[in-house]
């Protein structure tokens, strides 16, 4: 059973920056592809990023050249660099865990991120 637990949300001026983490536990981190899902009010979750267990990276094309996703299997950590921050990136952030061979997901509760003047 994989525990993540989100950090780094808040409240940020259009074009500023944040860093979100994820931390994981319970389970074996490399086993897994991390990604980085949000939902806005009223609408549906979407993908913003995810990253294999050996680094491969696929991005939204809405966040890609802003966003960087990464991860330190060392430290059962995934992370999301977000730059050059938008109105319509605010969102809570949710980070995922999918299980490689089973592709059984878990998911943590979630960030809230507000870009606004």
């Known amino acids: 059973q994989m525990q993540l637990v989100e950090s780094g949300g808040g409240l940020v001026q259009p074009g500023g920056s944040l860093r979100l983490s994820c931390a994981a536990s319970g389970s074996i981190f490399s086993f897994y592809r991390m990604g980085w899902y949000r939902q806005a009010p009223g609408k549906q979750r979407e993908l913003v990023a995810r990253i294999t267990s050996n680094g491969i990276t696929n991005y939204a094309g809405s966040v890609k050249g802003r966003f960087t996703i990464s991860r330190d299997n060392a430290k059962n950590t995934v992370y999301l660099q977000m730059n050059s921050l938008k109105p319509e990136d605010t969102a809570v952030y949710y980070c995922?865990?999918?299980?490689?061979?089973?592709?059984?997901?878990?998911w943590g509760q979630g960030t809230q991120v507000t870009v606004s003047s």
């Open positions: 995922n865990a999918e299980h490689m061979i089973t592709h059984r997901d878990y």
